[in-house]
């Protein structure tokens, strides 16, 4: 059985696990999930279960959090962000798309 140590997206990570290595509270980290803010894997026991990606992301929330935002703001937040990454992706996209050569000759 390999596990992916270097997979940002694989679950490995506890609810502890996770407070442990912010220095945040277990019930603030469960409650992103109840919120949906980030919502993390469940093990086959039903278990929270977070990728390094999603740590990353619950240490930005925690970050925001303590600026003063609430959850709803920070989902907000992080729904806007995804999408400008989303358009951004598209333009990129349309920009090489538009500059390839046609093959055709004129």
């Not at 596990?3 to 442990?20: C, K, L, N, R, T």
């Not at 992103?32 to 279960?49: F, M």
């Not at 925690?62 to 358009?87: K, T, Y």
């Amino acid at each position: 059985m390999g596990i992916a140590f270097d997979d940002e997206h694989a679950p490995m990570f506890s609810v502890g696990q996770v407070a442990d290595l912010l220095g945040v509270q277990p019930a603030f980290v469960r409650r992103l999930d109840t919120e949906r803010v980030v919502e993390p894997a469940r093990s086959p026991g039903g278990q929270r279960r977070y990728s390094q990606r999603q740590v990353r992301r619950v240490a930005q929330v925690s970050e925001m959090a303590d600026e003063g935002l609430n959850l709803a703001g920070i989902r907000r937040i992080l729904v806007l962000e995804a999408e400008l990454d989303a358009l951004r992706q598209q333009v990129e996209h349309l920009k090489t798309t538009q500059h390839r050569p046609s093959g055709r000759s004129g």
